[in-house]
């Protein structure tokens, strides 16, 4: 069981407001949407989930232990790990290598030329790769382990992409558009997976435009408007509310 507590979560780029005053709390798995028009603050709750940017004020507690105010890194031993709105793979290395990377110790070029070296080196290596291999086996990828990242179609990009958050083992997945440029059955693919992951008891934080999938794939919706949470229940509460509807959704009243 997982819990996801944030009271008071504020941002500020100087007079901008991103994130204005968001309590929530969370347990256990599920996917959760967080959707929002452009602007609405939802990457800067993600990096502020993630540690990748800082709080104004407030603090966000995972399992009673505060994180806010934590590196990235530390963050993501907590068990917190997140994709990325634009891609960031090693475009010239391999799908698993892509996987296998993160996992080594320390700055990843040095790691992987002392890796290869030494008996020990590569008795780890072998543990790595059998790791990396399951993460692959996970998301699908294991016919494209050895196909160089960069030549894969934007989809399984954003695949190894998740592969590599999931090999952290975290409690709490963020992903920040990842249906983002996907075609219909991608989409509806990659949504089957993240509702996989939430069924194993992953918390699957889902930021994403598509509303459509994240009403099909969410237990719980939470909606960002200016900053602020406007709306907050189950795709159908969320999805009929007059204020949503008229904040976001964009229908006259
Ligand atoms: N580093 C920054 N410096 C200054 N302002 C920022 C910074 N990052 C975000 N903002 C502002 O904070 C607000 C929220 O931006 P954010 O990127 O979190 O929105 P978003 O909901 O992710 O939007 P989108 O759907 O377009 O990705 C916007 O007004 C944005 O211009
Ligand atoms: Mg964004």
Redesign the pocket.
Known sequence: MTTLELSQVTVR??G?V?VDGVTLRHDTGGVVGLI?P????????LNALSGVGRLTSGQIRLDGQVVSGLTADKVARHGVARTF?NLQLFGSLTVLENVLVPQLPGHWASALAGIFGLPSGRRMHREVRATAAGLLDQVGLTPYADTVASSLPYGLQRRVEIARALAGRPRVLLLD?PLAGLSRSESVDLTDLFAKLAADGMTVVL?E?DVASVMSVSSRVLV?DR?ALLADGTPAQVTADPAVRTAYLGEEE
Request: proline fraction near 0%; avoid cysteine.
């Open positions: 780029f100087g901008v991103a929002g452009n602007g609405a603050g939802k990457t800067t709750l709105q558009e930021v435009h960002l900053g």
